[in-house]
C-alpha cells in the first residue's frame, strides 16, 4: 500500500533522507513514487510511475538537492491508472502547496466538480489533487496551513493519511492529518519527520509519536504539535521503538524472505523472553497483561484476522479450546465485519496482525468492541493502531518483517498463542501446572530445533526437493488437527510467491471432492507429527499414492516418511507446538520453487505487505 515520508529541518538538506524513507518503504508495494521540497524559488516536484530507481534517475541533477523541507510517497493506484502524473505529490494551482495522501477520498467526485466549475484545471485523474486544491485556495486565502488543511477535511468524507507542505512568508511549513491510515512522527533537536509506518523515523529517533484518527500535527524543526481536527491540543506519548534501523537491511541475503525464516531462532526465543515461569508452572506477561482478573471470566473467543495471520488464529483456537476449554470462533475480519455477529457476554476478541494495521483486522475489532467484547491482541509493532485500541496485548517481538511473505511474525504468533492458551487455561484451572510445566520446557527447546531445521543439509535437502517438484502442475497441502492451518499456510506461502496453484486443505476431506484432482502431475505435500490423528494422516497419504500422486511428508511421524517416499524429518515436540516446527520447512521449500521459476520473492506481483486500506 502507499507509503508517506516528510520532513523539515532548521538547516541541512532533506532530499536524501527522504528518498532513503522511501526505500525502507519500498517493501510496502507500490506502483510510482515522488517527492516535493520546498525552494526559494517554490515548490517543485519530481515523481516517476515504476520502480524507485526511476525517480532517483531524475533526482540525480541534484537541483532539489538543497531542500530543508520536504514530503514523498511511494503510491498504489487507486483513483487513476499508475502513470508519471498520477504519482504523489499533487499540488495546487498556485504552486505553493504540495500534498501527499494514502487512503480514499469518498466524496472526491462532487468536490472535483465544484472545483472543475470554478475554473481549477486538473493534471491527475486522482482523488488527491481535489485535496491539494482546495487546501491550496484556503492557503491562498490566509497564509494558514493549519487553517487551510482544517478547513478542507471538514468537506471530505473517507480515510486518509495526508501531507501538506507549504511555502509561505515565513518560508517552509508542513501538516499532516490522519483519519485512518496510519502515521507517525518523531522529532530532533534540528528537525521534524513523519512516515507511514516506523521504519523510515528510526534513523532520526527511536522516540516515535502514533497518530490517532482525528489527530492532526503541526511540524516545525526540533517539534511537532499535535491538535484535533479543530485545532485543540491533545496529548499522545512517545514510544520507544526497540527495533535497530539495521534490522530493515537484507543482510548477507538474497531476499529478506530467506533472511526472515533464519531469524526465526532468534524471533522465537525473544518472544518467549521473561514469560515463562517454570516454578509456578504459568506464563507471565509483561506490563500486568492478561491477569486472572481478566481471563478468568471468558466465555468464548472470537479471532479476527487476515492471511497468513488467520492461520495463526485457527492454530490459536486447537489450543485454546484444547488446553484452557474455552470455545473458539475463527472469521476472516473482512468477512466479521460485514456481518451483524453475536457477541455474548464474556466474548474475548482476540486479533491477530503482523503490522497491527490491516484495515480489516481493525474494522473487525472495533466491531467486536461495539459490541461488548473486550479486545486482546496478538501484535509485531508496538504502537500500532491494533496495539492501541486493544485492552490487553502480546507482542510478538519480531523486529521488522519487510518481505510481503509473513514468515517470522507466523511462526511468532503461534507462539504467542500458545503463551496465550497456558495462561487462559491457568487462570481457568483447566491447565495443572505440571501440564502448563512440561509445555514450557518443550518451547525452551523449540530454538534449536528451529537452527536444526534451517541448517545447512536441511537446506540442500529441501532445495533438491524444490528442484523436484517446481514444475508440478499444482499443490495440495494437506494436514490435519493443529496442523490443518500448517498446511493452510504452506499454500498461501507457495501461491503467494511463486504464482503456482496451491491449495490447502484438511486431509479428511479429500475424499470428499479433491482427491479427484490427484495424478502423476501433482504434488501433494502432508504434514504430520506425531500426535493424535497421525495414523488417520497415514491413511490420507496412502489414498493419495494409491491414485498416482507424488507425495512428500512434513512432520515428524517416521511412519508417514516411510509411506510417502519423500520427506522432511522435523524434530519430534508436542503436538501442540508441532505446527511451529512443521511451517519452517514449508516456508523454505516455497522459497526455493519460487526461487528456481524467477520469481520476484520480496515484492510478488499485485501483493502489498500491509493492507491498511480495504
Ligand atoms: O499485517 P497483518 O498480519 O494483519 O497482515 C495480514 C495479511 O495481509 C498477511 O498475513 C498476508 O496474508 C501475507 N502476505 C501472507 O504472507
Known amino acids: ?26 517493501y510496502r508495494g507500490y506502483d510510482s513514487s515522488g517527492v516535493a521540497v520546498v525552494l526559494p524559488g517554490g515548490i517543485q516536484i519530481a515523481k516517476r510511475q ?11 541533477d541534484g537541483a532539489l538537492e538543497a531542500a530543508s523541507a520536504g514530503i514523498g510517497h511511494t503510491r498504489w493506484a487507486t483513483h487513476g491508472e499508475p502513470s508519471d502524473r498520477n504519482a504523489h505529490p499533487h499540488r495546487g494551482a498556485s504552486g505553493k502547496v504540495a500534498i501527499v495522501h494514502n487512503g480514499i477520498i469518498e466524496n472526491y467526485l462532487p468536490l472535483k466538480n465544484e472545483l472543475l466549475e470554478a475554473g481549477v484545471t486538473f493534471e491527475s485523474d486522482t482523488d488527491t489533487e481535489v485535496l491539494a486544491h482546495m487546501v491550496d485556495r484556503e492557503f491562498a486565502r490566509t497564509g494558514d496551513l493549519s487553517a487551510a488543511v482544517r478547513a478542507a477535511l471538514a468537506r471530505v468524507q473517507g480515510y486518509y493519511a495526508m501531507v501538506a507542505v507549504a511555502v509561505g512568508d515565513a518560508g517552509s511549513m508542513m501538516v499532516c492529518a490522519r483519519q485512518g491510515p496510519p502515521l507517525a512522527v518523531a522529532w ?5 519527520y513523519l512516515a507511514s509506518d516506523v521504519l523510515p523515523l528510526l534513523p532520526y529517533s527511536n522516540q516515535v509519536t502514533f497518530l490517532e484518527d482525528g489527530d492532526m500535527a503541526v511540524m516545525q524543526p526540533g517539534s511537532v504539535t499535535i491538535t484535533d481536527f479543530s485545532g485543540n491540543p491533545v496529548t499522545r506519548t512517545s514510544r520507544e521503538i526497540e527495533w535497530d534501523p539495521e534490522d530493515a537491511g537484507k543482510g548477507h541475503y538474497p531476499h529478506y524472505m530467506l533472511k526472515e525464516i533464519h531469524e526465526q531462532p532468534g524471533v522465537i526465543a525473544r518472544t518467549l523472553e521473561g514469560r515463562l515461569d517454570e516454578k509456578a508452572g504459568d506464563v507471565v506477561f509483561e506490563n500486568d497483561q492478561l491477569q486472572d482478573a481478566f481471563l478468568a471470566d471468558i466465555s468464548r473467543v472470537q479471532v479476527v484476522a487476515c492471511g ?15 488446553l484452557a476449554r474455552v470455545p473458539v470462533d475463527v472469521e476472516f475480519a473482512s468477512e466479521f465485519r460485514y456481518r451483524d455477529p453475536i457477541i455474548v457476554p464474556g466474548t474475548v476478541a482476540l486479533a491477530i496482525s503482523q503490522s497491527g494495521e490491516t484495515a480489516d ?5 472495533r466491531l467486536a468492541k461495539a459490541k461488548g467484547a473486550r479486545v486482546i491482541s496478538i501484535c509485531n509493532v508496538p504502537g500500532s493502531s491494533q496495539v ?23 511462526t511468532a504468533q503461534v507462539v504467542a498463542a500458545v503463551l496465550l492458551a497456558i495462561r487462559i487455561g491457568r ?8 501440564d502448563a510445566r512440561g509445555l514450557l520446557v518443550e518451547l525452551r527447546m523449540l530454538r534449536n530445533q528451529l537452527e536444526e531445521l534451517l541448517s545447512e543439509n536441511m537446506r ?90 507424488e507425495t512428500v511428508s512434513v512432520g515428524s511421524d517416521p511412519e508417514s516418511h516411510e509411506i510417502a517416499g519423500q520427506s522432511i524429518k522435523v524434530p519430534a515436540c508436542s503436538e501442540w507446538l508441532s505446527p511451529i516446527l512443521n511451517t519452517v520447512p514449508l516456508q523454505l521449500l516455497s522459497y526455493y520453487i519460487a526461487d528456481l521459476r524467477g520469481c520476484d520473492i520480496d515484492k510478488p506481483r499485485n501483493l502489498a505487505k500491509s493492507v491498511t486500506v480495504e
Not at 515520508?5 to 528518498?19: E, F, H, K, M
Not at 495471520?309 to 492454530?315: E, F, S
Request: with cysteine; aromatic share 4%.
Open 1 to 26: 500500500m502507499c507509503g508517506i515520508v516528510g520532513a523539515i529541518r532548521s538547516q541541512g538538506p532533506v532530499l536524501r533522507g527522504l528518498v532513503e524513507g522511501l526505500r525502507v518503504l519500498e
Open 50 to 60: 515504476g520502480r524507485l530507481e526511476n525517480l532517483e534517475a531524475v533526482l540525480q
Open 188 to 192: 530532533s533537536e534540528d528537525g521534524a
Open 308 to 322: 497468513t495471520a488467520l492461520h495463526a488464529g485457527y492454530i490459536a483456537s486447537y489450543l485454546i479450546e484444547g
Open 361 to 365: 483486522t481493525l474494522a473487525a475489532t
Open 388 to 410: 492501541r485500541e486493544s485492552d490487553q496485548v502480546i507482542l510478538t517481538r519480531g523486529g521488522p518483517e519487510i518481505g510481503v511473505a509473513s514468515t517470522k511474525a507466523f
Open 427 to 434: 487462570a481457568k484451572g483447566t491447565l495443572s501446572a505440571d
Open 460 to 549: 540442500t535437502h529441501i532445495k533438491d526437493l524444490a528442484r523436484r517438484h517446481a514444475a508440478a502442475k499444482g499443490f495440495l497441502f494437506i494436514g490435519r488437527g493443529v496442523n490443518y492451518p500448517v498446511a493452510l499456510e504452506g499454500a498461501l506461502k507457495l501461491k503467494e510467491i511463486s504464482y503456482m496453484h496451491a491449495e490447502g486443505y484438511a486431509a479428511g476431506e479429500m475424499k470428499h471432492g479433491p482427491i479427484a484432482l490427484i495424478d502423476p502431475g501433482m504434488t501433494v505435500v502432508a504434514v504430520n507429527s506425531i500426535g493424535r490423528v497421525a495414523d488417520k494422516v497415514r491413511a490420507n497419504i496412502e489414498q493419495v499414492k494409491s491414485r498416482g500422486g
